[in-house]
């Protein structure tokens, strides 16, 4: 069993820059991990993910903007979100896949707002 617990949520004026972290109680090597969205009233969205090896995919939206890294090291994803518009107003979910599991984090809120 891995728990996922994201940080780096706030507000923010639009134009700004936010960096979330999801820590991991466990090994995340062997997972592609994720960061989803929801905002209040809409499905939850797949914002980026990030495979084992590394590679990398973005919804549309925050392409060029956001930037998903991973550490495996540390067992840590990141979310490195630069540009930040009012529409990127959300909870934001950790999530962790294998072949056989998947683990959620519990979210952490993103406000873009002046």
């Known amino acids: 069993q891995v728990q996922l617990v994201e940080s780096g949520g706030g507000l923010v004026q639009p134009g700004g820059s936010l960096r979330l972290s999801c820590a991991a109680s466990g090994s995340i090597r062997v997972y592609a991990m994720g960061w989803y969205r929801q905002a209040p009233g809409k499905q939850r969205e797949l914002v980026a993910r990030?495979?084992?090896?590394?590679?990398?995919n973005y919804a549309d939206s925050v392409k060029g903007r956001f930037t998903i890294s991973r550490d495996n090291h540390k067992n840590t994803v990141y979310l490195q979100m630069n540009s930040l518009k009012p529409e990127d107003t959300a909870n934001y979910y950790c999530n962790g896949k294998s072949i056989t599991t998947t683990y959620w984090g519990q979210g952490t809120q993103v406000t873009v707002s002046s």
């Open positions: 990030i495979t084992s090896g590394g590679t990398t």
